[in-house]
């Protein structure tokens, strides 16, 4: 192991896919996972295989698709679980097993209704277990933030013994404080016998904004590997975002530290996480943010004009953003369409570039220029080929001093139906109409609508989530037209029931 150099453990295809709405299916992991070993990750989480089928079967392809990246999967301290994850892990060119249990009281004594002792044993037995299987295991000690030091040494000390390779210290709740976490950190380093047989992890979650603060902690005293996603996505308030960890220890030479990472592949990928998964990056997201190198106050302008240093401390190119971005017209050809998006990390087979060229063609008629973001979104956009309910036409009609009306033609399962309907905007009047036809009581909760790059000729993205018998589904639209998006995305939900 080299001392010097902190390695990246992704796990945006395990914790950061967990959120709700963000699943993917195996093809666009594969894509994702593709586009992290080219960044250089150390280690890939690709999947919790005992969790359904479709992460099952998201690990063994990951694990044939991949080359050099450790390929990781979780699994709770159930032999079951380490099964399976072995199963799965079994055309792993490097396999890593991930296992481990809850270890603060509250975890004890709420979840497992057990002590110390007994989960102790299990993290041992479940150490012991998965190394029949695999020579790398990590064992993570769920709740680490908020379990006491001593404890927590105790069972570090003793799954090292049983032959974990990597042990992982989760704050899993976004708890602690910096200084806290990070002495948490240094205490293992200092009480836990063989602590030097092993790497010490960091797995932070952004509850209350200090992801990438405890992450920086941990690794300042001793920890070398670090659990990121890619944008910070994940439950709740998400994961540390991988590229702030590694933006900071590039700009703080001083620090000495190092990660393998080709920073200019960053970006590109924010880009792809963002359209595969539907979740757009807040504009004022550090590092990869719309907003993080934009000068709009005229002091900032003018001291980056004189000498970019004054305001800049990070070279856009660093992170792979080049000013080229808006290349693509309505004359672009099929070359220029497929090098931006592989310039982007998006490699697509021939008969799927050629339908991307078509939608491509049909919005650089409605757009003068097409950004990326356009052209991710419509890379990632073949998610309606097999709906079961499908919209025809859409007529929708809104304005000044008159009620707002739509009709509407949907085919359903082969079989074509047609409502009309008011409501208080285009958007309303529309749904009205097509709950006609459905028939079916499904409750928008939420409906956000977002414009993909700028001007009043944009694409607009809609994330929509409805409830149904109390079940939750998400959907996602998209369309120079407000109205079209949001019944795409509406749809889409419906698909889902
Ligand atoms: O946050 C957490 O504790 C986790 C573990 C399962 C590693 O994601
Ligand atoms: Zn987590």
Redesign the pocket.
Known sequence: MDNNRVYIFD?TLR?GEQVPGCQLNTVEKIQVAKALETLGVDVIEAGFPVSSPGDYNSVVEISKAVTWPTICA?TRAVEKDIDVAAEALRHAKRGRI?T?IGTSDLHIRYKFKSNREEILERAVRAVKYAKKYVEDVEF?A??AGRTDNEYLARVVEAVIAAGATVV?I?D?TGYCLPEEFGAKIKYLCDHVKGIEHAVIST?C?NDLGMATANTMAGILNGARQC?VTINGIGERAGNTAMEEVVMILKSHKEIGLDTNINTQRIYPLSRMVSGLMNMPVQPNKAIVGKNAFAHSSGIHQDGVLKNVSTYEIIDPKDIGLDNNSIVLTARSGHAALKFRLEALGVKLSDERLDAVYQEFLRLADKKKEIHDDDILMLAGADRAENHHIKVDWLQATSGIGMKPVASIGVEIAGEKFEAAATGNGPVDASINALRQIIKRQVTINEYTIQGVSKGADDCCKVHMQVEHEGRVYYGFGASTDIVSASIEAYVDCLNKL
Request: hydrophobic residues 5%; charged residues 30%.
């Open positions: 796990t914790d979780l991930h481990g993570y769920e709740d992982n989760p899993t797995h979650h659990e």
